[in-house]
């Protein structure tokens, strides 16, 4: 039996309150218009087959049995997604990433925030010494 553990403990995926599986940030953020098509369709399937957590094993081959392209292709397509900020890899694990606490830091970065106390320090204001 595979041990699951999360890549990024920061960025845990929560299905969001509101809405289902598939968060409305990844429109509200631009996300959609940041990725290729075939990317958010590897994202989507991703999705799909992740636990509760945003955790899949999935491995290249079955992936791209199941979405209709070559490896090659699914590792190009995960390159996209984790540049993007979307998705996690270590080599073995997929982690859906949570987007609600990736526009917390993109937010910080924006107002000028360069190091994590300082990102921290925009998003909730006082002091990483308080």
């Known amino acids: 039996m595979i041990h699951k553990k999360l890549i990024d403990y920061r960025r845990?995926?929560?299905?969001?309150?509101?809405?289902?599986?598939?968060?409305?940030?990844?429109?509200?953020?631009?996300?959609?218009?940041?990725?290729?098509?075939?990317?958010?369709?590897?994202y989507l399937f991703l999705i799909a087959v992740s636990d509760c957590d945003g955790l899949s094993y999935y491995g290249d081959k079955s992936i791209s049995r199941e979405i209709n392209c070559s490896e090659d292709v699914v590792s190009r397509l995960?390159?996209?997604?984790?540049?993007?900020?979307?998705?996690a890899f270590d080599g073995t694990i997929y982690q859906i990433l949570d987007l609600a606490e990736a526009s917390q830091v993109s937010t910080a970065q924006a107002k000028g925030a360069h190091s994590v106390s300082e990102m921290l320090e925009k998003m909730f204001g006082g002091t990483a010494d308080d």
């Open 12 to 42: 845990k995926r929560r299905v969001p309150a509101q809405f289902g599986w598939v968060d409305h940030h990844l429109v509200r953020n631009g996300y959609c218009r940041e990725c290729s098509t075939e990317a958010l369709g590897l």
């Open 78 to 87: 995960r390159k996209e997604l984790v540049i993007a900020g979307l998705l």
